[in-house]
């Protein structure tokens, strides 16, 4: 895969792929949701037989895996490298912000809920750039920056002391706005 070599190249190939693309991404968003329970489900499965003792769990784990694999065929039909397993984590990670995000909600603590929402919208876009062909694997490292691990995109490596890129006019927020007009669930 060809590196962007800056911010506008970026944008321009986030156009390009939103005018050559041949997916109906609001189902895949729809599919990648319930990709996102069935993960969450593998997960439930592997607590209740540890806090139960009971293997029945477990031995249910194998059949909810292959429907989780069966239904990320469908939109990662081939990949390089280890993006399968990094795109399982992003949405798994993505589905799990959600979820502390709602919970922090309902403890009436709005700041963090919504930190949290962003962050997992952000893990969700960076999801579909990778599987879109939008961004490589290279094209996101981690910074550290007070204390914290955060995504960047290349063109930030140039900064001293990098910001949140969802807070820049860099990479992650142009993917968050081309995912927004992109993949819509309510178009039928």
Same mark, same amino acid.
């Given at each position: 895969? $060809? *590196? ?12 390009? #792929?939103?005018?050559?693309? %041949? ?6 968003? /729809?599919? &990648? ?5 069935? =993960?969450?489900?593998? +997960? ?7 806090? &139960?003792?009971? &293997?029945?769990?477990?031995?249910? =784990? ?14 990662? %039909?081939?990949? +390089? ?8 984590? @992003? ?12 919970? #922090?909600? #309902?403890?009436?603590? *709005?700041? /963090?809920?919504? /930190? @949290? ?16 062909? =939008? ?9 550290? &920056? ?14 001293? $002391? %990098? ?8 990479? @992650?927020? *142009? @993917? ?8 819509? !669930? !309510?178009?039928?």
């Amino acid at each position: 895969m $060809e *590196k962007i070599k800056n911010v506008k190249e970026f944008v321009e190939k986030l156009d390009s #792929a939103k005018k050559v693309n %041949p997916k109906d991404l609001s189902s895949d968003q /729809d599919l &990648t949701i319930g990709i996102m329970n069935l =993960i969450s489900i593998e +997960e439930h499965l592997m607590f209740s037989g540890a806090k &139960t003792g009971k &293997t029945e769990f477990y031995d249910l =784990i194998n059949e909810v895996r292959e429907q989780r694999k069966l239904m990320m065929q469908k939109i990662i %039909p081939s990949y +390089e490298g280890e993006v399968w397993c990094i795109s399982k984590h @992003l949405l798994a990670s993505s589905m799990r912000l959600f979820e502390v995000g709602t919970k #922090a909600l #309902a403890a009436g603590n *709005k700041k /963090d809920a919504y /930190d @949290l929402f962003d962050r997992s919208y952000g893990l969700y876009c960076i999801f579909w750039g990778l599987n879109m062909g =939008i961004m490589g694997k290279s094209d996101v490292k981690w910074v550290k &920056t007070n204390n914290n691990i955060e995504k960047s995109t290349k063109e930030d490596e140039e900064i001293e $002391e %990098p910001e949140r890129i969802s807070e820049k006019s860099g990479g @992650l927020s *142009k @993917l968050k706005n081309w995912v927004k007009n992109a993949v819509n !669930c !309510c178009i039928e």
